[in-house]
C-alpha cells in the first residue's frame, strides 16, 4: 500500500478530537459518520454522530420583523448516534466506566479501499489486557451498512468480553448547545419519535419533516447472530474475530414501507463481511483508475489531493433525490444544505470523470423543480427560482440578502446542465430532464429583468440581486449574474431549436433579445468590469486598520458596516473569465485580476482556486501555485480554523479545478477541448484521465509538453498533440 493513500494522525494539523473526527469521516453518500474515538471512556470528548442525507427537520423561522415572501422554515440535516463508537465490558467492567487504559497504537484512513484500520492496546483497572484491532467502512455496494470487523488478540486471559453499540435516540447533548456565533454551523437540535418496529429496526421519525427511517445492528460471531451486543470467548493469547453490522435505512416513502424492510431484512439474512468487504475493494478500484492524479515530488500534496478526491467521492448524493451537501457527510456545518457549491465547483470534477454521479446529482434539481416553480410564483415571477440553500428544495435562507438575492444560482444550474451535455454528448438526459429545468429559469430572467437605458443603448438588466460576494449585497447589475444569466438564456434558444415543441416562438425571441442586449458593466476609465454598478463607487475596506484577527469579516462587523465599503469575501466578477476565457484576452484579464485581488479577503474557501486558475492561464506561476496549495491542503492544514464543522468540499472541488483548469489549462475552443501545459516550476509531472463521451483519456503533462492516450474507446473523438497543447476534436 502506497503511504499516499493512507491518511495518518501524523499528516494531520492538530490532535483536536473535532478536528480529526471530520477529516476520517467514512461516507458513501447516503450516510456519514465522524471519526470519532472507537472506544467509548469515561471522559467524553469531540462531537460524534452519524448523518444521513437528505434526513432532516425543520421548524417555523422566527423573525423579529417578517416581510412577505420571507423563507418560512428552518432545515436542519439531523444528527443521529454514533454508529461508530463502541463499550467494551469485561468480567462485569465497562470502559465508559472506569478508567482503563488505552492506547492508541494505529489509526489510518485507507482512502485507496474506503476504509479505517486501527488498533489498541487495552488495560482494565484490574489488569486484564488485549489487542484490540478493527477495519470499518460505509459500504458502497449496500449503501445502509455500515460494516465492522473486530478482532482480540495477545490478551493475558480467558474469559469472556462483551461489545456493545449505544444507538439510543436523543441522549445525545447538542455538541453546540454553548452559545456559537458562526453563522455558519448548526443552530437547532431534533427531537425524534422511536418505535420499535421488531427485533431488529427501530423507526426513527423527525416531527415537523415527517421523514422516517429505519436504524438497527446486527452482530455476528461464528454465524450466530445477536441484535444487540456481540460477546466474544476469549482464549488466553489466542485470537478472535466478531463483526458488527450497522443498518440505517433509505428515507421511507411512508411510514410502513414494505418494500423497503423487506429488502433490509432480505439483505441482513445474506450478511458476508468478506464479500462486502470485496466489493468495497472493487468501487475504489474503479474510481482511482479514472479519477486519481498523480503529482511528482510533491508527497504532502500528492496525499493532499487525493484526501480531495476521496471526501468529493465518498459525499455525494447518488439516488436523484439528494445532493452533495457544504459539509458533505462529515458534520453540521451550513445545517447540511445544498448550494450553489455543487453546480460550479464540485460537479466539473463527476462531469469529467464519474458522469453517472453527476447525472444522480443534477437529477436532484430536477427532483425539486416544482417547489422551484413555486417559489418564484410566490415571488410573482415566471418560471422557477431554485432555492439558495436547502435540503428538500424549499427555500431555508432566513437573510434574504445573502441567501434568496442570491439568483445566479438559477444560472449556475443551467451551466451545470450544459456542461455535462458537452462533456458526455448525454442529449437524450437533457431531452428528458435537463431542458425543462433549462427553459424554465430562462423564463424566470425575463420576469425577473427588464429592458433599460444604459449608456444610451437598450440593454437587458437585473436589479437589486447578490452575487457570489456575500460581503456586497442587494446591488444592480452584478457583472456574474448577468453574464451567467446570458449563457442560460442563450442556452434556453440553443436547447429550442432542438425541442420546439416545449416552449413558443415569441418565448425562444424574447430569450434571444435579452441574451443579445444583456448589460455587462465596465468602467472605461480603469478598463476593468465592474462588478456591479456601484462597487467601484464605494470606498475601499481599511485593510491596513484591519487586524488579522478580524477575518472572517462578517464574524466581527455588522453586514452595515461591510456593505458599504469596497470589499469582496471571494471572487465574483473573476469567475465570468474562468468560465468563458473566449471572451476576454489575457491583458483584460490580468487588469481584472490585478484589481480585484486586492479587495479580497478569500474570507470564503471558494476563492482562493479561482485566483489560481485564472493566475496559471495568465502566466502567473508562482501566484497560481501559492493560491492551489491553500487549496489544495485547505482542510489537513485547517487554513479556515474551521474544519472542526466539516469539510470544505466546494474547496475540494476548487482543488481539482485549480490542476485541471489552471496547471492543465482545459478550456474549449469552438467545439474542441483543449488542454495547455502551464504547470508551475514546482510541479514536474502531472497525470490524470478524462472520461470524454465514453473515452478514457490519459493525459501527461511535464515541464515540456502534453501527450494523451486513449485507454479505453467510446464514441468517435480525434487527439492532435503540438508541442504545449493537446486538443481534442469531437465527432460533430
Partial sequence: MKNDFLLQMSDVQNTTPEYIETLFTLSNGHMGLRGSNLIQEIHKTGNPGTFVNGFYEKKPIIYGEWAYGYAENHQTIIKLPDIRGIILTVNGHQSDEEEWMIKKDTFKLNMAKGLIEESYRVQTINGESFRFSAESFTSFEYSEIYASKYTISDSNFSGEIVIEKDLSVNKNSDHYSEVDNDPRVASTKSDLTVEKYDERFEQLKAHNSQQSILFGQVNLVSDKANYKSLILDIKKNEEVTGYNFVIVSEILKQTKDKPVINELNQLIDDFEYGFLLKKQKEYFNKFWAVSDIELSGQDKLQKGIRFNLFQLFQNAGRNCTTNFAAKGLTGEGYEGHYFWDTEMYILPFFIYTQPSIAKSLLTYRSYVLPQAKKRAKKLHQKGALFAWRTIDG?????????????????????????????????????????????????????????????????????????????????????????????????????????????????????????????YLPYDEKKQIIKQDDSFLDKEVWPFEETPKENYPLLLHYHPMIIYKYQVSKQADGLLAPLLFPNDYDKEQIIRDYNYYEGVTTHDSSLSRSVFSILASRTGQKKKAYNYFMDTALMDIVDLQGNAKDGVHAANMGGSWLSLIYGFAGLSYQGSDLIIENNLPDEISNLAFTLNLRGNLIKIYLDNCKVRGKIIQKGKFIQLEELDNRLIVRFNK
Avoid at 431542458?435 to 420576469?447: D, P
Avoid at 424574447?510 to 443579445?516: F, L, N
Fill in 394 to 518: 424549499d427555500e431555508a435562507s432566513a437573510y434574504y440578502p445573502a441567501g434568496t438575492a442570491q439568483v445566479h444560482i438559477n444560472a449556475d444550474i443551467s451551466h451545470a446542465f450544459q456542461l455535462y451535455e458537452r462533456v458526455t454528448g448525454d442529449h437524450q438526459f437533457m431531452k428528458e430532464t435537463g431542458a425543462e429545468v433549462v427553459f424554465e429559469t430562462a423564463r424566470f430572467w425575463l420576469s425577473f429583468g427588464h429592458f433599460g437605458n444604459k449608456e444610451g443603448q437598450r440593454q437587458f438588466c437585473i436589479d437589486g440581486v447578490t452575487g457570489p460576494d456575500e460581503y456586497t449585497a442587494l446591488v444592480n447589475n452584478n457583472y456574474y449574474t448577468n453574464k451567467m444569466a446570458q449563457s442560460n438564456l442563450s442556452y434556453a434558444v440553443e436547447l429550442a431549436g432542438q425541442y420546439p415543441e416545449m416552449i413558443t416562438e415569441f418565448e425562444n425571441s424574447q430569450w434571444q433579445d435579452a441574451a443579445r442586449n444583456m
